[in-house]
């Protein structure tokens, strides 16, 4: 059965340092994988897609997410968090018969 | 902008009435899909469009959901005798692709927030 699982419902740090948002999932077939970035009352922005290619993945705004196979994960990061990043962020899993959105992580960006 | 368009923005009803959604999507865009959006969870899959055939509509949630998209353009989501726990945000999203879940982004629009009194 496909599945997404964000481990994090909300992450808080400080302006400048790493992020990381954690992501897991699972499928019976070769699926595509999002991120995607929402803003309070907007829709959700694409940040970036892995669709088995190159394993790290370069998105928008500093973003990285790397594909590992082998622990079914797929965790966003970006080096030197700014306040601009403080938003909800969605891991999106999709393969041939279903699109499955995890329930979102909230990033909190202290000053 | 050449975004998708979503309208209302927000939408007030009383329950029982019934409403309707409207999507602009990206001109030229094959895909368009429908998402509910619950307070605090992330977007659940309605239906889906190819052009003007709805090729899967197992995501909502009952009869009293309806989608059209009689041209292959804009798209209306109506519900039909509202209750409470239909408030939540519908988003729209296309894409150029023509496969069902392929691996190109979806665009979403801004959503229409339905508060159901």
């Known amino acids: 059965a496909q599945s997404v699982t964000q481990l994090d419902s909300h992450v808080s740090v400080s302006e400048g340092t790493p992020v990381l948002l954690r992501c897991n999932y699972s499928?019976?077939?070769?699926?595509?994988l999002f991120w995607y970035v929402q803003h309070p009352n907007k829709g959700l922005q694409l940040l970036l897609k892995?669709?088995?290619?190159?394993?790290l993945v370069k998105g928008i705004n500093g973003f990285e997410a790397e594909f590992k196979k082998s622990e079914t994960s797929f965790h966003l990061t970006k080096p030197s968090a700014h306040m601009s990043d403080a938003a909800e962020y969605f891991c999106?899993?999709?393969?041939?018969?279903?699109?499955?959105f995890g329930k979102g992580t909230r990033l909190h960006i202290l000053p | 902008g050449a975004g998708v368009s979503q309208s209302p923005r927000y939408k007030v009803a009383k329950r029982g009435q019934d409403v309707a959604l409207r999507c602009d999507p990206i001109?030229?865009?094959?895909?368009l899909f429908w998402y509910q959006q619950a307070l605090g969870q992330g977007p659940e899959f309605l239906t889906y469009?190819?052009?003007?055939?709805?090729?899967?509509k197992s995501g909502l949630p009952s009869d009293r959901f309806f989608a059209e998209r009689p041209e292959g353009s804009v798209s209306t989501l109506k519900i039909q005798r509202t209750q409470q726990e239909d408030s939540a945000v519908y988003l729209c999203?296309?894409?150029?692709?023509?496969?069902?879940?392929?691996?190109?982004?979806?665009?979403f629009g801004d959503g229409t927030r339905l508060s159901i009194l």
């Open positions: 999106v899993v999709s393969d041939r018969y279903k699109i499955i």
């Open positions: 001109s030229g865009h094959v895909s």
């Open positions: 999203a296309s894409s150029l692709a023509g496969a069902v879940y392929s691996n190109q982004p979806q665009h």
């Open positions: 892995y669709t088995s290619a190159a394993t």
């Open positions: 469009f190819q052009n003007e055939a709805q090729l899967d």
């Open positions: 499928s019976s077939y070769s699926p595509s």
